[in-house]
């Protein structure tokens, strides 16, 4: 089996097709793993682990999005031998994306499906907040309205002292992050959303679909920026669905 400290994944023999999936700021691959054993047995999620973070903690964190786009390009080429999907949330749908439009533009491997969750259309995105250029606190403190930290986690000052560079870095990849106008994307899309989501509107959403000549779906679920984790159940239920579609001609 391949091997990389990309990707935290369990191979099996019965799989058909991987899914990658992409982090939101800060996120650690490890909070996808579950997915495993909840998706059909024949997917195989891969999670994207970025250097600074999990079982790479002591490594840089990137803070150019052309240069980890490129790195990733590799990574996943690596492991194209099954058909594959892209799914990303928040920061990791904006990497899915432009990994995707890498790929198309240099003619490799595509992800057959591209699954983009709390992330508006890349050219309806709002004015940055620049929050990677807050000082400590004041960076802790909007994550807290964010409400996708463990308030616990950030009550510890020494651990998020740790935490922080990566998340800084994260969040420079999104706000410094400056959208070309490029070849639509041949594949199909699904967008997810939450309703109670203040940093998003039904227009910021449905604009996904001028970045694929595809259909591009909408599904929306009850809950805020992180809907992903009370609507689990539902989110997983939408991916059962779009991975369904996935044609396995290159077995």
Not at 105 to 116: D, E, G, S, W, Y
């Amino acid at each position: 089996m391949h091997t990389t400290p990309w990707l935290l994944r369990q191979a099996g023999p019965q799989r058909r097709m991987r899914l990658f999936c992409f982090a939101y700021a800060g996120g650690n691959a490890a909070s996808f793993m579950p997915w495993q054993a909840e998706l059909d047995v024949d997917i195989e999620v891969c999670a994207v682990q970025l250097p600074g973070r999990g079982g790479r903690f002591g490594e840089a964190p990137y803070t150019s999005m052309s240069e980890l786009v490129e790195t990733l390009a590799g990574v996943v080429g690596a492991h194209a031998d099954l058909p594959f999907a892209f799914f990303g949330h928040s920061l990791g749908a904006l990497l899915a994306f432009e990994l995707a439009r890498y790929l198309q533009r240099h003619q490799r491997a595509m992800p057959q499906q591209l699954i983009v969750s709390g992330c508006n259309a890349p050219q309806m995105r709002n004015p940055s907040a620049n929050l990677h250029l807050l000082g400590d606190a004041a960076l802790i403190e909007e994550l807290r309205k964010y409400n996708g930290t463990p308030a616990e986690l950030l009550q510890h000052r020494e651990l998020m002292e740790l935490l922080l560079p990566s998340i800084r870095a994260d969040f420079s990849l999104a706000e410094t992050y400056v959208y070309q106008p490029g070849a639509l994307l041949d594949l199909p899309m699904t967008a997810l959303a939450g309703r109670r989501d203040p940093r998003t509107s039904a227009e910021q959403v449905e604009g996904w679909q001028k970045e694929t000549s595809n259909i591009c779906r909408v599904e929306w679920f009850q809950g805020d920026h992180f809907f992903l984790n009370p609507e689990r159940a539902g989110v997983l239920e939408v991916l059962r669905a779009v991975l369904a579609e996935v044609q396995c001609s290159p077995c």
